[in-house]
């Protein structure tokens, strides 16, 4: 009976945990998906955007092409290889929180936000919450992920791959 009681709770824990893997998981497709379209549906305003942050010129150019197309990469991997997925969302996440706490913390003059749709007239300290909101859920998905697997029988399959 004992037995049984522990199974049953590591089952709803499963369950629990795949619920909340997939509604992070599509919760961070559709940022990077945003993201993407965003920037690369007004490439005009990305690229003049990027240029007032306090960047030299060539970065700012490449940083312009390369935020997009990370959040592509990001989304594809989330889609096919989750762990991965969750690994690049919280590397990008992080990059993007660094760069807000410098730009709050005024070592560099602040600069026009490269962001568009509906972040645009965000402030900075609204892309710093935002961001570390995105960044804790992604760390919950990979704890969620890793914990799955490592709980798993090894002919089951694991949440979320």
Request: glycine share 4%; charged share 10%.
């Amino acid at each position: 009976m004992k037995k049984q009681i522990i199974y049953i709770k590591s089952l709803a824990t499963f369950r629990a945990g795949h619920t909340i893997l997939k509604i992070i998981r599509i919760i961070l497709i559709g940022l990077w998906t945003y993201t993407a379209a965003i920037k690369l549906g007004n490439m005009p305003y990305n690229m003049d955007s990027m240029h007032k942050q306090f960047f030299p010129a060539p970065i700012a150019t490449f940083l312009a092409y390369f935020v997009p197309v990370l959040a592509i990469i990001s989304l594809v991997f989330l889609v096919f290889n989750l762990k991965t997925g969750l690994l690049l969302s919280i590397a990008y996440l992080t990059a993007i929180i660094l760069f807000i706490v410098v730009v709050l913390s005024e070592i560099i003059a602040k600069e026009t936000c490269s962001c568009a749709g509906i972040f645009k007239e965000m402030n900075y300290k609204g892309h710093l919450v935002f961001s570390l909101i995105m960044w804790t859920l992604a760390v919950i998905a990979l704890y969620i992920y890793q914990k799955n697997k490592a709980g798993m029988p090894k002919t089951a399959t694991r949440v979320g791959s």
